[in-house]
């Protein structure tokens, strides 16, 4: 991720679940390596454990939280399969990740609270299965 920068917050933390910046294409790559399971064109960049770890529920969160990733396991985006995971960044930014699909889909939005992600991700899906 060439364009990334990491900010701190107020008090000098790294948050590391806001104040990432990075193009779209940047978060797709991000997006990639977890689809790999760390590895990066034969370079493992961490460990598929932490994939295994991170998109396993939390105590708690009702299936919708794993380790720094949403999960997909209640249903939010009925268009997507329960398996799917993914990013969640401020004013509309997604990074979705499914595995069955062999799929990343990155959305950099600015603010749109009427924005329909499930109706979004249906349509990309849709297309990819045309071809």
């Not at 107020?10 to 991000?30: E, H, I």
């Amino acid at each position: 991720m060439r364009s990334a920068v990491i900010e701190t917050d107020n008090a000098g933390n790294f948050v590391l679940s806001s104040y990432c910046w990075a193009t779209a294409r940047d978060w797709t790559k991000l997006g990639m390596l977890y689809l790999n399971r760390g590895n990066w064109f034969g370079d493992l960049i961490f460990s598929p454990d932490w994939i295994n770890y991170s998109t396993i529920a939390a105590r708690n969160s009702d299936g919708q939280y794993g380790a720094q990733i949403w999960l997909n396991q209640a249903g939010k985006y009925s268009s997507v399969p329960q398996e799917a995971y993914y990013a969640d960044g401020y004013g509309g930014q997604r990074v979705l990740i499914v595995p069955s699909k062999n799929l990343v889909i990155t959305v950099l939005s600015g603010r749109q609270d009427n924005f329909d992600f499930n109706r979004f991700f249906q349509r990309v899906i849709a297309c990819l299965e045309e071809q």
